[in-house]
């Protein structure tokens, strides 16, 4: 049987939730025992976000195989159990990218190169791709319906439902309705100027998901039905929720996939949204709480370590726990110890993610340095690994001008350097060191214990390495290399035998966790850290028992 297609549009604003929209429907219909795909389309020209600024666009996500993704990608991995790769994302640079490739070869026999049909054309020959040996394909349109740029894509999606027709395709349409609170009234017409927007491109939604932070009433949803041409039972409330990972559960209440199977005559299965129900019932009811402070240097912007705040998340759930993580912005820790104290000293663990740059490396460098003397539980992530090592130099093995030459070219201990295979190698796009690849792990260390094998595969995304002529001298004075490369070229894992919890990756680890199955690394720092708290807060609790205790001494005059 060929795949059956899903179209997930946007109207009104951005970030309404497509992705995790898209996610959603695709966790429902793998519950209902469907195999799916998602895929995404991004209508900016760039060929990936591998050189856009995390304050652009946020995270970039990694797949196995190397591809430098939207962050939405994440979500479909952490909902799904899809296996994504380069073909499931695409923006229109990549398409154009294709498309003058086979214009220079000679591919079109000199025929005008246009919009339609050759744009659109290979739009859809990408979507069919990811549609192979699936059931449902999933497919989202970035951007807001309206966007001149992402017409083409809005073309070819309408070409496929002429060409497949209404049982084989559906579109879901991700809409605001917003409570205006001067007037104390939920206002329907975004929502319609949005479908109108839709119709005059040919495209009639069957499902409207309207995002509102109440409940739309009966009445309100008639209405919609009425102006937008659609069934009264197809306009779901995508009500504001605590967690993310309650989505799946609203939608399924809402009858979404119910309605799916009905549009695309999808034969009804049982449905087993069992651990998602338990899953939901550990976010709403911890057993205790547990704070991480995330130093570094895209802070401002959270969507720029999305897949990181997820995983940690999972890390928690996975204790039953309640994450409170704050995020600490380099460069206010470069003042030395004292001030770092003052900003890490009530939080059970520290964690250093991965970045670009020499921005607040300094002030990483102070919290790593309080994270090993105060033997708080640490996590290092990529550059985290790397001022890991650069700060154990410094202090540890006395080397005072040990950096990486990243940050300083001419640094007498090139303790971090640029990855062998890249010298020389200037452009930005597509050069690192991406996608999965095979570590090895040292019997006896905290890593083995951690996954419990000798052989992992994890993605990365790094330019920089560490430089194995100082490992005689780091792992003389305590620091152990835990993992490397089967053939011994790569440093992967380092960590501290003398610490609680001293351990760095310089792989994303964050890329492979999700939430019902919580990624080792980040299940075991968050238990240490947990651990930590409890401690701290038992000698807090007898030292003031002490002091109630103890006896007061009375002058007698």
């Not at 026999?109 to 739009?123: D, F, R």
């Not at 309206?146 to 879901?172: C, Y």
């Not at 093995?397 to 950096?403: F, I, K, P, Q, V």
């Not at 991406?434 to 419990?452: F, N, Q, R, S, V």
């Amino acid at each position: 049987m060929s795949a059956k297609y899903i179209f997930v549009t946007g109207g009104v604003v951005s970030s309404l939730g497509k992705g995790l929209a898209a996610a959603s429907i695709g966790c429902l219909l793998e519950s209902r025992g469907f195999s799916v795909n998602i895929m995404k389309f991004d209508p900016y020209l760039n060929v990936d976000p591998g050189t856009m600024s995390p304050f652009q666009h946020g995270e970039v996500f990694v797949t196995d195989d190397g591809a430098e993704t939207d962050l939405d990608l994440g979500h479909y991995e952490r909902f799904t159990h899809a296996k994504l790769s380069r073909d499931n994302n695409w923006t229109t640079g990549r398409i154009y990218e294709q498309i003058i490739a086979k214009e220079r070869r000679g591919d079109y026999l000199g025929k005008t190169v246009q919009v339609i049909p050759h744009v659109t054309n290979e739009i859809k020959s990408a979507m069919k791709k990811v549609a192979q040996d699936v059931d449902v394909a999933i497919v989202e349109i970035g951007g807001t319906v309206g966007d001149i740029e992402s017409l083409p894509f809005m073309e070819a999606i309408r070409q496929m439902r002429q060409e497949l027709g209404r049982d084989n395709t559906l579109f879901v349409h991700v809409t605001l309705v917003p409570f205006i609170a001067a007037a104390q009234e939920l206002k329907t017409k975004p929502t319609q100027h949005s479908v109108k927007e839709l119709l005059s491109i040919g495209i009639q939604p069957n499902i409207l998901l309207c995002r509102t932070d109440r409940f739309l009433s009966k009445d309100i949803k008639s209405k919609i039905a009425l102006f937008c041409n659609v069934e009264e039972e197809a306009v779901i409330t995508a009500k504001d929720v605590a967690s993310i990972y309650e989505v799946p559960l609203v939608f399924s209440h809402e009858g979404v996939d119910a309605l799916i199977m009905k549009y695309l005559r999808l034969e009804p299965k049982e449905k087993d949204l069992k651990p998602w129900k338990e899953l939901v019932e550990r976010v709403n009811n911890p057993k205790g709480d547990v704070k991480i402070a995330i130093v570094g240097k895209y802070v401002e912007y959270e969507d720029s370590y999305k897949s990181l705040k997820e995983a940690l998340v999972h890390g928690a759930l996975a204790h039953n726990l309640k994450l409170s993580v704050n995020w600490i912005e380099a460069e206010g820790l470069e003042a030395g110890q004292r001030a770092c104290e003052e900003q890490l000293q009530d939080y059970d663990g520290i964690l250093v993610p991965g970045g670009f740059g020499k921005r607040g490396i300094e002030g990483m460098l102070q919290a790593i340095r309080y994270a090993r003397e105060q033997k708080v539980p640490y996590f290092g992530i990529c550059l985290g690994m790397q001022t890991a090592c650069i700060e154990f130099a410094r202090n540890v093995c006395g080397l005072a001008e040990a950096n990486s030459s990243e940050f300083d070219p001419a640094t007498a201990h090139r303790v971090i350097y640029k990855l062998r295979e890249l010298r020389g190698v200037e452009e930005l796009g597509g050069t690192m060191r991406l996608g999965a690849w095979i570590c090895k792990i040292e019997p006896g260390t905290l890593a083995h214990k951690i996954y419990g094998q000798a052989e992992i595969s994890e993605r990365h995304r790094h330019r920089y390495e560490f430089n194995r002529e100082y490992e005689e001298q780091l792992t003389a004075a305590g620091l152990r290399i835990s993992g490397s490369t089967p053939d011994g070229t790569y440093v992967e894992m380092v960590e501290l035998p003398d610490h609680p919890h001293f351990i760095g990756c310089q792989f994303h680890p964050e890329f492979k966790s999700k939430p019902l199955e919580p990624h080792p690394l980040f299940r075991t720092f968050i238990g240490a850290a947990y651990e930590r708290g409890q401690k701290r807060e038992s000698e807090k609790n007898a030292a003031e028992l002490e002091m109630f205790h103890r006896p007061v001494k009375v002058a007698i005059r």
